[in-house]
């Protein structure tokens, strides 16, 4: 019936909505993952000049199968999506299980823990779930702990934020803190 496409039409534009962006900043992203990645292989090549202009540009367009998958983990990781932990497993496994919860509840909750991951590993809390998980092996020969970011980038992560948590500590304690305390 008229109704009812125009009522369908109608519920379908905000999912349009939102995917539109989705879109653009997916492709932006996946661009500059690819260009990055391109630049460091021709670094590790030894490339220099026209070499490494063409390598790139043919890196670019058309990324080694091998360079693909890393690209796509770190455009899901920028749009906050992608494999999540158990813990976050559990949780969006918990709301899925009612079909109109799945469908409007669970992508929100989906970014809410990936907001929340990506926060957690910036405090000293970060760190030390980091330090639990070399210590229990999970990095071993090139494994990844499940929904964790490759070692080298977590270690980056847990750094910057040991630096503003030791920077603001610093700060709160030369009394350089914009509220007053408790009297």
Same mark, same amino acid.
């Not at 299980?97 to 926060?119: C, E, M, T």
């Not at 990844?144 to 070692?151: D, H, W």
């Given at each position: 019936?008229?109704?009812?496409?125009?009522?369908?039409?109608?519920?379908?534009?905000?999912?349009?909505?939102?995917?539109?962006p989705?879109a653009?900043? #997916?492709?932006?992203f996946?661009? $500059?993952?690819?260009?990055?990645?391109? +630049?460091?292989?021709? !670094?590790?090549?030894?490339?220099? *000049?026209?070499?490494r202009?063409?390598?790139?540009?043919?890196?670019?367009?058309?990324?080694?199968?091998?360079?693909?998958?890393?690209?796509?983990?770190?455009?899901d990781?920028?749009?906050?999506?992608?494999?999540?932990?158990?813990?976050?497993?559990?949780?969006?496994?918990?709301? #899925?299980?009612?079909?109109?919860? $799945?469908?409007?509840?669970?992508?929100? +909750?989906?970014?809410? !823990?990936?907001?929340?991951?990506? *926060?957690?590993?910036?405090?000293?809390?970060?760190?030390?779930?980091?330090?639990?998980?070399?210590?229990?092996?999970?990095?071993?020969?090139?494994?990844?702990?499940?929904?964790?970011?490759?070692?080298?980038?977590?270690?980056?992560?847990?750094?910057?934020?040991?630096?503003?948590?030791?920077?603001?500590?610093?700060? $709160?304690?030369?009394?350089?803190?914009?509220?007053?305390?408790?009297?």
């Open positions: 019936t008229p109704i009812g496409r125009a009522l369908g039409t109608a519920v379908d534009i905000p999912g349009r909505m939102v995917a539109a989705d653009f900043f #997916s492709n932006l996946r661009g $500059a993952e690819t260009g990055r990645q391109a +630049a460091i292989a021709a !670094y590790k090549a030894g490339l220099k *000049g026209e070499e202009v063409q390598f790139i540009q043919q890196f670019v367009s058309s990324p080694p199968k091998e360079a693909t998958a890393e690209i796509e983990r770190v455009v990781g920028l749009m906050l999506r992608g494999e999540m932990g158990r813990l976050g497993d559990f949780i969006v496994g918990g709301l #899925s299980k009612d079909p109109l919860i $799945a469908s409007f509840v669970a992508p929100f +909750a989906r970014v809410s !823990y990936h907001i929340w991951n990506q *926060g957690l590993e910036l405090t000293p809390a970060g760190t030390l779930a980091t330090m639990v998980d070399v210590a229990r092996g999970a990095y071993r020969e090139g494994a990844r702990p499940q929904g964790a970011r490759p070692l080298a980038e977590r270690a980056r992560t847990n750094a910057i934020g040991l630096g503003i948590t030791g920077a603001a500590t610093w700060q $709160a304690l030369q009394g350089n803190v914009s509220g007053a305390g408790p009297d």
